[in-house]
């Protein structure tokens, strides 16, 4: 299992736009073949970040999901959102449920 971690952070007049199409990413990678589970938290100190915790079985399955068509609208309708470029820590769940 590979777990994602990425980090964004938003543009303030954006914040309401970027949970609306990263609601519709979060859906549509749920029903991914490889997707073990894919969580969108919003920051309770600073309203503009967001953090996505992404978890696919393998690498190959991560990687097949930048392939599709809803991470590709999602990617290029959020670029304009950002206040900086994402980032992504990979991980490897030691424990989980």
Same mark, same amino acid.
């Given at each position: 299992?590979?777990?994602?971690?990425?980090?964004?952070?938003v543009i303030p007049e954006y914040v309401e736009? !970027?949970?609306e199409i990263t609601k519709y990413n979060h859906e549509n990678s749920r029903k991914e073949p490889g997707n073990v589970?894919?969580?969108?938290l919003h920051d309770n100190k600073d309203p503009?970040?967001?953090?996505?915790y992404e978890v !696919?079985?393998?690498? $190959?399955?991560?990687a097949?999901?930048?392939e599709t068509e809803h991470y590709k609208k999602?990617? $290029?309708t959020v670029a304009p959102m950002m206040?900086?470029?994402r980032s992504a820590i990979p991980t490897t769940p030691c424990c989980f449920d």
């Open positions: 299992m590979i777990a994602t971690l990425v980090f964004v952070d736009a !970027f949970a589970r894919f969580d969108v503009n970040k967001f953090i996505l !696919f079985k393998d690498q $190959e399955a991560a097949a999901h930048k999602w990617r $290029e206040a900086s470029p």
